[in-house]
């Protein structure tokens, strides 16, 4: 059964709202998906598409941020000029962390499109990497800001980043309680976590994009664009909001709602009123 416009408008905003909060938007798509009225996964081709809109929207919000990340690293490694020596090392540390994620993005393909969607793999990720956000953020020291992150660190978010591979993990999630867990702010961690999320959402995005072309999907391709184009623009809010709330604010509320809503999946799931598949 094909997705309606109505339903890829609600995916879209769904998408938008939970990208970027720690609660995993891959598990949120996949499970809302059950409950529309088309009452289909909507998949990971889906997924991967409309998270370029999501990623758009970190691109104009850290727009001044990435460009000079981009030209400082190119004046080093290109063009040979003077360049400024921190945001270079950004620019390596970003392609650095981003390699662990395209490597088992890439072993693990059949998994991350089928067998990984499993609706039981989804909740007892939400729970258990819900429960580790929870420790992080207690025992994080929150001290380390993001100018002193280190190559061994760098590449240590990169492995939690690849975590999000499974639905219900959550890439903020996971590369946000990799970083409190280094003793790194609440704030270092989100933001790097947005930042090193560009090159790997983007370079998916646009793969499955490429390989979706020509092809029957669940989702046409009207209602993907409908739905990445609302992606984009809820998802600038949410970084603005959730930027502001992490200077300030625990992510306990997060860690309860991703208990919750696991614990919830799980029990539609034993009663039979959800199928895992």
């Given amino acids: 059964m094909t997705i309606s416009w109505l339903d890829a408008a609600i995916l879209g905003l769904i998408q938008g709202l939970t ?8 598990a949120h798509l996949r ?18 598409i409309t998270q370029i809109g999501t990623e758009a929207a970190v691109l104009v919000y850290f727009w001044s941020d990435i460009r000079r990340i981009a030209e400082a690293w190119l004046r080093q490694n290109v063009l040979r000029t003077s360049h400024d020596a921190d945001h270079a090392r950004m620019g390596w540390l970003i392609i650095v962390g981003s390699i662990p994620i395209v490597v088992l993005g890439l072993l693990f393909k059949d998994q991350i499109e089928h067998g990984l969607r499993n609706l039981y793999i ?14 992080a ?3 994080g020291a929150k001290r380390v800001p993001i100018a002193r992150l280190t190559w061994r660190d760098g590449i240590f978010f990169g492995f939690a980043q690849a975590m999000a591979l499974i ?10 309680s990799a970083g409190l867990l ?11 976590s947005f930042l090193l999320a560009v090159p790997a959402v983007f370079g998916s995005g646009f793969y499955q ?9 669940v989702v046409g391709p009207g209602q993907t664009a409908l739905a990445t184009l609302i992606a984009f623009a809820v ?22 709602y991703r208990i919750v809503l696991g614990l919830a999946i799980i029990a539609l799931l034993w009663t039979g009123q959800l199928s895992p598949l």
């Fill in 122 to 135: 989804t909740a007892s990720a939400l729970v258990l990497f819900g429960i580790v956000l929870g420790i």
């Fill in 167 to 176: 639905p219900g993990v959550s890439r903020s999630g996971g590369t946000i």
């Fill in 235 to 256: 998802g600038y809010a949410v970084i603005v909001f959730f930027l502001r709330l992490v200077a300030t604010r625990s992510y306990l509320p997060f860690v309860f």
């Fill in 31 to 48: 499970i809302a998906g059950e409950f529309l009225p088309s009452a289909a996964d909507p998949g990971a081709t889906f997924t991967a």
């Fill in 182 to 192: 280094m003793g790194y702010t609440r704030e270092a961690a989100a933001r790097y």
């Fill in 209 to 217: 994009l490429f390989k979706s072309m020509g092809q029957e999907n």
């Fill in 19 to 26: 990208e970027f909060l720690p609660i995993s938007s891959s």
């Fill in 137 to 139: 953020d207690r025992v």
